[in-house]
């Protein structure tokens, strides 16, 4: 790299130092910044999610909300929302689901294509909130695995912004399931391997 | 109206005393015993007779008395358009012989509420043409509406036990030897706002047959409220219409508060009753923007979803809630409305006027939009009533029924406002009556801020109310209340009684029988979609495809208030 005094003057991804970016030195020749291919895909991952809202109930409306311009998700580069699962990577679960929405869940959430992340918007997803009874699941993680649990009934638009945004660090730090479980493997690869 | 004694005398030139029908002494209503064998030719006797002319069926729904030798009871809530009176009919039965002549025959609204009951008390309906479970899931086992039945039971579906109606499986030639497809909207689909799912058989585009399934956000309302206190199930009201909580808690209350026969306090009314009706508008301004959002036209939701929030606001400020308020109590409200609650209520019925008017100016003589509505989805006046129908749709078929005006409560008749109807009975119908129902609701909020008065905001009757804090602190007495409430709940006395308010699809009405306990014994919600979707599947045909989407958001079918 050469230079020490070399400070990257346009920073195609975020700030975390390990990412890659194009810098120039202070007589305006070009070097470049290495990284991990993965870091660099993360970094892109986090930056433009594509929800897929499986709204059932009170929280859809105010995952409307989260969409409309007062609060404005795009702000945060996730407001391509897609209802088919197989154009999307983050499924948000909006609402209480129940024992006969439970199959239904789970098949959208395999047909999405990996890397995948699960939000769960509002204590009846979370838990199945108040609703301790016959028909209701008690939290969609006995069916999904989950990565940020928004609690609230309904959780304020607010919540769930921080939620998406909890995820994006997440995901630039690898804590995802998804990364998680990815990590994992490649450990016992290697052990087995080596 | 005619009175109670001539009603009866009507009733009693076909069925003479010993025929099997009873009238039951009290109550909130008119109430008929009736034998089941009896009740196929007095249904036809009430609907058809001119004197009592019942045409609307509201609701159908089961009791379950365990102590008593017929466990079961089946009970009918009836209303005439014509003369505004009511009547409610209750039909025993055995547990070991749970069965019941359908009426589906009489009113075709008897379709699904008659399914429910099924599902939940395990009571069957003779005559029914698709008796089969409507909300609970295929593989789960018993009855959960039962007393015996425990509220946590659960019971699992597997992905290859889902619903799927008979026709579906059979292939299906046209008379051209072509197959006809079949195809499956839902529960997860963008156009369905929510879990809903119909089936339907294409021919090319044009859809020959239909059928709905629903359930797939059945919380367990019922059973959860016969689990808690009688204030603690308003959270739960809350999220039965989730895009207009509070006449929801307001029903609920009103049709208590009958049964305690306490009434708020004036300024507790005048805020419920606007607070209501900027519901209302909430409620039209999600439902229109929805539609106009499934037809293709993004923007005018994203104007009127602006205003939404403005609504929020307000509402957030009284009771710090945005969405679910529970702001209501039996008896009045939870707390006062805060200082500049008046002018931002003001500045609402500024601000909203202006956003229906930016949308009214793009949409309402759109050609695009008006091609993709009129005509589409239309229903007689007749088979709308026969269904079930109430609220902006049925109004949109021209029956100007609208229980402000037949039934008023919290002082409705003492305001000016008019009741919209259209007659085409279509998808544009309905959102011209929503239209301009948001613009009658503010003239109503506009009135009401003019009577906003000072004063306290819940009953000071301590059997329901908690005495105020400082008094709890200071007053031996008002600690003894205090105390009494929160160990043991409000007592209601024994009876039953069936409250109706103008919500924002309909009449929604609670049926509440209490045993005197501190729990209610039995709430069933008449919810008003539930009527209107029945007859869905049935509009559906002969219309193309791409009709469902503009059909089913113009019926503004909340899955919260349709599956409880």
Known sequence: MGNPEVRPSLPVVGGTGTAGAVAKQPDGSRVFLTTKLEKLLDAARKNSLWPLPFGTACCAIEFMSFMMSHYDISRFGAEVVRFSPRQSDLLIVAGTVTDKMAPVMVRIYEQMAEPKYVISMGVCACTGGFYRAYHVVQGIDEFIPVDVYVPGCPPTPEALLQGVVKLQEMISNGETRYQRALAAKRASQAQAGG | MA?????????????????????????????????????PALARHLKDDPALDFKLLLDVCGVDYPGREERFEVVYHLTSLEHGHRVRLKVPVRENDPVVPSVYGVWRAADWFEREAFDMFGIRF???????????????????????????????????????????????EDEDHF???????????????????????????????????????????????????WNQVIPYTDRLNYCSAMMNGVGYALAVEKMLGVEAPPRAQVIRLILSELSRVMDHIVDVGANLNDVGAMTPFLYMYQGREELYSVLEACCGSRLTMSYVRIGGLSSDTPPDFEDSVRYLLKRIPKLIGDMETLITENRIFRGRTEGVGAISAEDAVDWGWTGPCLRATGVAYDVRKAHPYLGYETYDFKVPVAHAGDTYARYLVRVEEMKQSLRIVEQALERLQPGPIITDNHNVALPPKEDVYTEMESLIWHFKLIMEGMKVPVGESYGYTEAANGELGYYIVSDGGGHPYRIKVRPPCFAIFQAFPHILEGHMVADTVAIMSSLNIIAGELDR
């Open chain 2, 3 to 39: 009175n109670r004694e001539e009603r009866l005398a009507a009733i009693r030139r076909a069925f003479p005393e010993g025929s099997g029908v009873v009238e039951l002494a009290g109550g909130d209503m008119q109430t008929l015993r009736v034998d089941r064998q009896a009740l």
């Open chain 2, 126 to 172: 003779e005559g029914h043409p698709n008796l089969k479970r409507i909300l609970c899931h295929p593989a789960f086992q018993g009855h959960p509406l039962r007393k015996d039945y425990d509220p946590g039971q659960r019971w699992l579906l597997r992905e290859g036990e889902q619903e799927e109606p008979a026709w579906a499986k059979e292939a299906q």
């Open chain 2, 179 to 229: 197959e006809t497809q079949v195809l499956n909207l839902g529960p997860s689909h963008p156009a369905t706002h929510g879990t809903l799912r119909t089936v339907v058989r294409l021919n090319g585009e044009v859809i020959t047959k239909a059928e709905t399934e629903i359930g797939y956000l059945h919380r367990c309302f019922e059973k959860m409220a016969e689990t808690h206190t």
